[in-house]
Nanobody, 120 residues
Framework: VQLQASGGGLVQAGGSLRLSCAAS????????MDWYRQAPGKQRELVAT???????NYADSVKGRFTISRDNAKNTVYLEMNSLKPEDTAVYFC???????????????WGQGTQVTVSS
């Protein structure tokens, strides 16, 4: 199983970016799809979560600015980021709770990370 994140880049404050994370390989089902981020010198933090049913949750710092969504047919999760701030600068990682077969337990799988840099 591989998770391929993309869409990061350099943007000015107030700008927007859209991150994508596509899962491939032996996938039976994916429950929660998450985005985390890690800024230099800081711990990795949960940014947003979307369940298979579409229920979403966000960190307080991004509520109203970020939108997480998923396409179950494509095993892909998105993070639409608007009104970006310099403090959003971080490496963004996707994380899925995923089963490779009907009898296997759900496990966490991580993407490789994509850099988001917001200039002031």
């Amino acid at each position: 199983v591989q998770l391929q994140a993309s869409g990061g880049g350099l943007v000015q404050a107030g700008g927007s970016l859209r991150l994508s994370c596509a899962a491939s390989g032996s996938i039976f089902s994916i429950s929660d799809m998450d985005w985390y981020r890690q800024a230099p010198g800081k711990q990795r933090e949960l940014v947003a979560t979307v369940t298979r049913a579409g229920t979403t949750n966000y960190a307080d710092s991004v509520k109203g600015r970020f939108t997480i969504s998923r396409d179950n047919a494509k095993n892909t999760v998105y993070l639409e980021m608007n009104s970006l701030k310099p403090e959003d600068t971080a490496v963004y990682f996707c994380n899925h709770i995923l089963k490779t077969s009907s009898w296997s337990p759900g496990r966490n799988y991580w993407g490789q990370g994509t850099q988001v840099t917001v200039s002031s």
